[in-house]
């Protein structure tokens, strides 16, 4: 069977992953006074780093679920190995080239920048800092010299369950679905809420209960997925007003935290702006799938060779963006150091993207083989072996 492969998907994880560079840029810099004046509007929908996030979430759960609706026999074991190359290989070398760029390029806090410049690799190095980072799954201070990997750990983890969950995407309905999906979320959140609030429990945005939020993201692209036909009959139902209408709800829902009354904190609960968000993170798959003048801009060939490198870029640029403002700031203007931090991020990504993503690819993939063939030779051994009485 041919793969199915939706290139508009993988543009849309590509802007996703500049978006969240953009979101880290104007986090480590100096305050902008344009950019003050507008960050609390829709347009903050160009560098929202953490709606960007739950965007890859929920792509994930839509490319990880259409295997199970094709039918295609996996065993558990062929899907982890080729999951955790995937993912972890490409992982493991960025965290080589953070502890290598921490070690050659750290210059000490600089007063001018940020806060959450200064406390990115302000830590020392130690064995367990190192081993939390190989293992990943675990609940630790990813902080250290990548800011990003706290959603390696959730992606890592819900592709584990992930088989557990798309059964209950094939059996149970949408709505079913989706209630259980929102109850376990605000389960999570209430015992996220206690941890905070009534222990001594450090916050380091990767606890299990954040995990079991985030699956129901990962739930909602399956169902996405499951759905996308019915979905795309929809879209042609829908006049031009309507279309309009709701790509504007999708921007506004995609930027809610930022612009709806962003002080008052019992509108932005942590549960519920990200259930804005997501709804708007489906609004921009469905339109993406769709829309004929949004496919034809996704498949514009820089946004689609941006799509392709998505995963190494989103790896590598606060690393290359810490580096770049250690050495260089106060020597170049910010914009300058932003434009030559962009400009390595996507050359070295690129790199990443042929020399480690795609042999790590090709590594998953002769594994499953070899287990496939080792199965097979098992098979006709042992039938061989009935045969024989």
Known sequence: MQKERFIELDSLRGLASFSVMLHHFLLAGPAILWISKVENTPLHFFWSGHSGVLLFFLLSGFVLSLPFYKNKNLPYGQYLVKRICRIWLPYIFSVGLGILAMTLLKTGANPELSSWFNEKWANELTPGIIINHIFLIGDFHHNIFDPVYWSLIHEMRISIIFPLLIILIIRLNWKTNIAIGVFVSMLAYAVRYVLNNYTSYNDYQTGFADTLHYSFIFMAGALLAKHRDHLGRLYTMINPFSKWALFAFLVLTYTYPYWFLPDTNILHLWVGDNFVVLMGSCLMIWFSLNSKTLSKILNI??????????????????????????????????????????????????????????????????????????????KVASANAENRF
């Open 301 to 378: 060939r820089p946004i689609v060779f941006l799509g392709k490198i998505s995963y190494s870029l989103y790896l590598i640029h606060t690393i290359v963006l810490l580096g770049m403002l250690n050495q260089l700031y106060g020597k170049l203007p910010v914009s300058l150091i932003w434009l030559i931090t962009a400009v390595i991020s996507v050359v070295l990504a690129s790199a990443a993207y042929y020399w480690v993503e795609e042999p790590s690819i090709k590594i998953g993939n002769k594994i499953v083989k070899a287990l496939q063939s080792k199965k097979n030779t098992i």
